[in-house]
């Protein structure tokens, strides 16, 4: 499926103004700063100046929240989001409520406390992250994720995404019976996305600590309907 660009112009702009430079230019910026994460039930809040605003919001990372504070805003990171930028970016630190930072397995146990599947959606955040795709959670569609070639002012998302487990045998429960297939794909086709299902294999058993990530493998798959007026004989 080819982009779906929104508007003249749209897809100069993208091309201007790669996603890759902008996440370069908010990584240092973060590390810059000492950014540091406050931990908050199921997300992270982040504080940013102008600067670091300006970059969260065109990289797509995390939620502006109002405040009062005027030169200041604090954005909602989902987890996912908050352990790329920790984990993956290492721009960011992560604090609890009594301001103690969370070494990686302290947080990688938090997030698994607060989301079973946490290291399943992860590996697949990260992976479409790693391919510059902006990823955004897609509760919405029904699904985990979706993702957009750039930011999504200037094109629509092309994958609704669902991360499942391939040793766990789908603990999520998705796709596991023929009725989910037909209403996801339904739900798919009429907001024009193409189902992107990314089956986590993971090598070595058990996830104690996020050092399993690298055991873990990525299977790519797209799933779209069939339709018999593609296959039809033209008219004689």
Known sequence: MAPRWKGKGAETKALADPISEIVSQLQSSLVQSNSRGLLSGM??????????????????????KVTAEENEQWFQLS??????????????????????EQSINELWKYMISKKENFPVLYKAYSHLRSK??????GSQYGVHFVAYR??????HSEYAVLALSARNGNANGRLRVWSDFQCTLRLCGSVAKTLLV???????????????????????RTITRWSPEQCREGKL
Not at 150 to 155: E, F, K, N, Q
Request: glycine share 6%; net charge negative; hydrophobic share 40%.
């Open 43 to 64: 997300s992270v809040l982040l504080k940013a100046n102008a600067a670091q605003t300006d970059l969260l919001n065109r990289a797509c990372f995390g939620r502006p």
């Open 79 to 100: 987890m996912e989001e908050a352990f790329y930028l920790y984990h993956s970016l290492m721009c960011i630190k992560i604090v609890d409520h009594d301001d103690c």
């Open 132 to 137: 510059k795709w902006v990823v955004i959670l």
């Open 150 to 155: 750039h930011h999504p002012a200037l094109v």
């Open 198 to 220: 990314l089956n986590i294999t993971e090598y070595q058993g058990g996830a104690a600590s996020p050092s399993c990530l690298e055991s873990y493998g990525v299977e790519e």
